[in-house]
Each structure stands twice: as C-alpha cells, then as structure tokens.
C-alpha cells in the first residue's frame, strides 16, 4: 500500500541512528568476555544472534530497498555455518516476506497513467487481486486482448523515491551486515545497488533487456524466457509463464529436480553474455522456475548488465591458472588487474582459498554443491583471524568484476541451496573464455 511506502521522519532518524551505538556496546562486552575466557563458540552464537537482531530492527524500517538487499544476500545464505545461520535466515526470511498489496484503486490510477484512460479495452480480463508482491512492484494475471494470459507489474506509487531514500540509508549501516557476516564487505553490494536504482526503476529498461533475452532464447530447449507484450516506464506486461519456482524446488524437489535446475541455472548465466551479450544480474530463486517438460524458466529483467564480447577472457584465464597451480602467473594476472590492493602480499593460499567457489566445482566431471562445501569454501564467517578474513583485505574486487562476481557466487549458491548434481567443467570449457585454452599474446606466446 502507498501508506506502506517509508517516509523520512524525524522518529524514525533518531531510531536509526541509535542503533549502531547498542551493536557497538553489545559487541564490546562480548569481546571482553571472549579476554575473560568464556566460551568462544557460545559467545559467538550469542553475538551473532544480536547482530541479527539488530540488522533487522534497521531494515525492518526499510521495507523496498531492504527486501531488494535481502534477496541478493539470501542466496549465499549456505554459506553461513549452521550453528550461526538461524539468526541470518529469519531475518532474511522478513526482509523477504510480501509487501501488503496495493489498492484496487490506486492499480487502476497507474494502469491509466501508464497504459492510458481505455487501458481496459486491451485486456479481455484483468485480476484486481495480485499474485504477487514484492520490493517496488506487484503482479497481476491478466488475459490480453488476444486471448493470451500475462502477467502485469505495476509499480507501487512512491516506490522510486521511497527505494532512493532506502538505499542511501543503508549505505550508512553497511557495517553492520559485518557483525553478522566478518570479513564479507556489503558496502560495494549496496553502492552496485544504488548506481543500478534508476535502471531498475524504469520498466521500459526491464522490457528491452527481456525482449533481448526472449529473442535469443526463442524456441530454446533448454530456456524459456516470456516475451514482452507491453510496456511503460512503471508498468510491464509479459506473457504468464506456468512453473515451478527454484524457492519451491529447494525445500520439497526431487532429487532429480534439484540437478536439473542447479545445471540449468549453472549454463544459463555462463551462456547469457555469449548468446544475448547481457548478464542476468538478479539471481534469487524466485526469478527461476522448472518448466513441466524440463526446461528453465527465467523471469525479471529489471538488473542486467551488457557484455557484447561475452564474459572477460581474464575470468576465465583465473581460474585455469588456479586449478593448474601456476600461481606465479595468476598472481601477476591478478595485479595486473587491479585484484590485489597495491602494497599488499597474498599468499597462494590465499589466492586458491579466494577462487574456490569457482575451481572446486571444476575438479570433477559433475560436482555436488552442497551448504557444507560452501561454507567451507566462503570461510569461517566468525573468525576475524581465518585466511578469508585476511585475504579480504588483501585482495581487491574491481568495480568491472563486482556484478559478475555476484552472480556467479549467487548461482553458486543458489545450487548449494538446491544440493545439487551438475557438470560445471563442462559448462565452463563451453562458454567461459579464457578457461579451455591459453590466451595468446601477439607472438603467439601464452600470457
């Protein structure tokens, strides 16, 4: 509802602004418990459990922007050990829940300013009731003119100074996703999201990048993708597509629904940038579906990001280098490339434990990606002195990279999540440049 959409006051600052005093206070006494000798395990769950707790009372206040963040944190969720993770999921699982849904009334006003006052004559039927809500938008099935069912996304009124204000909030709290989660930094998340605000905002973006990726995909054997029927800045409507969710697989599929999707999800954003020249940049299980006849279903276009030549050869040429322990010359690549801060030294240790999510699942024909692989490729998420930590300040995420890192973590764990079979090796040698053969410099000498 409009009246849901939150506004700036002078309760809600101080509220905010209170907080991270309390998450300072708390974390002070439990590291002079930690100097007293009390137990570290339990001292770290309490903390962690604190963390949460306080996470949520900043976010609870933020609902667009805040959900927007939880959706993208949610799928590295497998990441966190199990004795510290409850805290972490249910405050994701409320980052996450529905919005309350917009009005009858304040649906059609948009639908008339987007698609025009006879937006009626367009459709044979229009649902008033939404399917679905979420961060700045809600779904409604529909019946177009022609006789084909589509789904309409209508976004809310306010919702786009509403989503400005919220992430400029919290670019000022990043810190405390820290508490939660040592050692994995979230500020270059929420800067991505704040330079990406506007394009998420406009549906006639969301539109054109799924009419690019509908083309591609068209008639595709492994992908479907719906096809844009109409478009407006805050109103898109695309053809419905009848599916399983991945969120639906991950807590009740089969085993062999669980490798199908996690090896389809796996080539589809390997595949993307050399098909479409675009990244599919929002990867939550809710954008993903299993099509009765096998076949992955993707939806919300809104994030993507353009690679015309495909991913960056330099990937793929990292990752060769790892699995193949020439850490000399990755090393040098990684400088090269701006991966380690300046005046810095990393160990190769350090390198091989910073791209294991990539060159574990690589090390056999059909890798098993599961939440205690991940979490022992992510690190220990509590321990300030673990080689994570340590390598996190010594290495850098250039800017260029920062998307394709994301996603590709996010697909990783959204497989983990699915405990899934799939043949990344193969997937990898096929469409990730750089990886199969060595680059060649003008001499015909390997870089």
């Known amino acids: 509802m409009v009246s849901e959409i939150p506004r700036k006051s002078s309760a809600r600052t101080a509220k905010l602004a209170s907080i991270p005093l309390g998450m300072a206070g708390r974390a002070a006494m439990g590291f002079g418990r930690k100097l007293a000798g009390g137990d570290k395990g339990e001292i770290d769950a309490q903390l962690s459990a604190k963390a949460a707790e306080q996470l949520f009372a900043v976010l609870g206040e933020l609902k667009g922007g805040a959900m927007k963040l939880g959706q993208a944190l949610s799928v590295m969720e497998a990441a966190i050990p199990e004795e510290f993770a409850e805290p972490y999921r249910e405050s994701l699982n409320k980052l996450q829940a529905a919005a309350p849904p917009l009005p009858t009334k304040q649906v059609h006003k948009m639908l008339d300013q987007q698609l ?13 009731e939404p399917t679905a809500s979420a961060s700045i938008g809600q779904v409604h099935r529909a019946v177009w003119a022609d006789g084909r069912d589509v789904a309409v996304k209508v ?3 306010g919702a786009d100074e509403a989503l400005r204000a919220d992430l400029k909030t919290l670019g000022r709290f990043a810190g405390l ?3 939660v989660m040592p050692g994995v930094d979230v500020r270059p998340v929420i800067e991505e999201f704040t330079a990406r605000t506007e394009e998420e905002l406009d549906y006639r973006i969301e539109a054109n990048n799924q009419r690019a990726f509908a083309k591609e995909f068209d008639g595709d054997p492994q992908f479907v993708i719906p096809h844009v029927v109409a478009s407006a800045p805050k109103v898109v409507v695309t ?13 009740s599929g089969t085993p062999e629904q669980r490798n199908a999707a996690g090896a389809l999800l796996a080539e589809f954003h390997f595949a993307s940038p050399a098909r479409v020249g675009l990244l599919h940049c929002d990867p939550h299980p809710g954008n993903f579906m299993l099509l009765e ?3 992955l279903g993707v939806i919300d276009f809104g994030a993507a990001a353009p690679f015309p030549n495909g991913l960056p050869r330099v990937l793929g040429t990292m990752v060769r280098l790892a699995v193949e322990e020439q850490f000399d010359e990755l090393t040098e690549l990684l400088r090269a490339n701006g991966f380690v801060i300046p005046g810095r030294t990393v160990t190769d240790k350090e390198i091989a434990d910073y791209l294991r999510p990539f060159t574990d699942p690589i090390q056999t024909e059909s890798f098993h990606f599961t939440r205690s692989w991940l979490q022992k490729a992510a690190g220990t998420a509590t321990d300030f002195n673990s080689a994570q930590f340590r390598t996190a300040r010594a290495l850098n995420l250039p800017a260029e990279y920062l998307m394709i890192f994301r996603v590709l973590l996010g697909s990783v764990g959204i497989c983990a999540q699915l405990d899934a079979y799939a043949p990344y090796m193969e997937i990898l040698t096929r469409w990730l440049p750089g990886f199969a053969e060595p680059v060649l410099d003008d001499t015909g000498s390997a870089e």
């Open 293 to 295: 006849d096998g076949r």
């Open 177 to 179: 996703f820290g508490s």
């Open 239 to 251: 053809e419905w597509m009848t599916a399983t969710p991945l969120t639906r697989i991950i807590e």
């Open 155 to 157: 976004q809310y009124p």
């Open 116 to 128: 025009g006052t006879k937006w009626r004559d367009r459709f044979q039927s229009f649902d008033d």
